[in-house]
């Protein structure tokens, strides 16, 4: 006697072949022909993403925060910033002093680092600035006003002034396009930990990368924290790379982004599918933060005495060899690990000048317009003020 076969069974049978049948196609590999682009590595297969978190408040009400782009100041600092640098392991080669014939570099890639910034990191600014020396630091500029004055042009053109590298794309992210990135992404991440930190929800991965006061290496502490974070999520999602749900994911995220990048979907797809050619294991992946120390300074552009970093010249010249320019041989401070470093002489000097408090306050780099006194207390502890201003 035959065993009649229950109709929920061909049912069940169904959504099961069914699943199988998308998962392979949104998972598996998808054929996708090059699309030539207008980003174009450096001759050593390199190429520059400069990554920012900006502190743009909210203007008016906010409405399904996190879940959709609310109206923000159009003028913020950039209180993250972090050079993704990629290496292809192209054919990587170098000219000699005086000879015109090419020899090969000292390692091949692929590589990827990620260097973090210090928000308060003293530098020269491009039209901005004029310090009679790399040490005339009263007469530089914290780098994260350089994005409330001049956006992510003014900062790329700082950064290349600082490091001699180009930058070749930009991508930033506010608050709402965080927290919008980081919940599509949640599937596909699960929880991160980083350090015996345990990240599964997107304000608390948002308090994370923002969070500065109460560390012990203040501002370091979050640079690390932020290349950190940025290495966890690469981690999980590289397995999505060159798949069909990758390719939707890229494209979404982007759409999120907005005018905040000038990275094309199909400039995106260059990067991943050139990484993924030559091999790219995430983990291989370097992070480190430019050495620098904590004082402070008053400022000839304010009149006011802030709370700045001195660039430590000679660790950070070792640190762009080693992490932004692949010369893998030069033993560079990653600052990740808290390691020491030798303090320069200038260091040490008086940066500190008396400040006149009837004296006329300049403008600071951000519009008080509309403003309540909270806010704008808010704003000046932000900016690392040693004293009030009314």
């Known amino acids: 006697m035959s065993r009649r076969v229950s109709p929920a069974w061909f049912v069940v049978a169904a959504i099961v072949v069914f699943i199988a049948v998308v998962a392979f196609y949104l998972l598996g590999p998808r054929p996708r022909r090059a699309v030539p682009t207008t980003l174009q590595p450096t001759p050593t297969g390199s190429v520059n993403i400069l990554i920012i978190g900006k502190d743009a408040r909210a203007v008016g009400p906010v409405l399904n925060e996190g879940r959709q782009r609310n109206k923000r100041e159009e003028q913020s600092h950039s209180d993250i910033i ?17 000879d015109s014939d090419r020899v090969p570099s000292r390692l091949a890639g692929p590589y990827v680092s990620l260097v973090a910034v ?24 914290k780098i994260t006003h350089t ?5 992510d042009k003014l900062l790329r053109k700082t950064i290349t002034n600082l490091l001699g590298i180009p930058i070749h794309r930009s991508i930033a992210f506010d608050f709402d396009t965080f927290r919008m990135v980081f919940d599509i992404l949640r599937p596909f991440i699960g929880v991160l930990r980083i350090g015996d930190v345990n990240l599964t929800e997107r304000d608390q991965a948002l308090m994370f990368a923002r969070k500065r006061y109460g560390l012990k290496f203040d501002d370091a502490d979050r640079c690390r924290n932020a290349v950190s974070l940025i290495r966890a999520v690469m981690a999980r999602t590289w397995r999505l790379g060159g798949t069909r749900l990758g390719d939707m994911l890229i494209g979404r995220l982007l759409a999120i982004v907005g005018e905040d990048t000038d990275l094309t979907t199909d400039e995106a797809h260059q990067v991943i599918d050139g990484l993924r050619r030559a091999g790219f294991n995430p983990v291989r992946t370097e992070t480190a933060v430019l050495v620098s120390e904590g004082v402070d300074v008053t400022l000839t552009r304010y009149n006011q005495t802030l709370s ?19 010369k893998k041989d030069v033993q560079a401070l990653d600052f990740m690990s808290q390691e020491p470093f030798r ?9 500190v000048t008396t400040v006149d408090s009837t004296d006329t306050v300049a403008p600071l780099p951000f519009d008080t317009t509309g403003m309540d006194s909270t806010l704008k207390s808010t704003r000046l502890k932000e900016l690392g003020l040693t004293r009030k201003i009314e």
């Open 343 to 351: 303090v320069p002489y200038y260091v040490d000097s008086n940066y």
């Open 82 to 98: 972090v050079i993704c640098h990629i290496n292809f392991g192209g054919d990587m080669t170098e000219s000699r002093s005086g």
């Open 118 to 141: 210090p928000r308060d990191l003293l530098v020269e600014v491009p039209g901005i600035t004029a310090a009679a020396s790399n040490t005339d630091f009263t007469h530089m500029e």
């Open 147 to 151: 994005y409330a004055i001049g956006g």
């Open 308 to 326: 700045c970093y001195l660039p430590i010249y000679r660790e950070i010249e070792k640190q762009v060899d080693r992490y932004l320019l692949d």
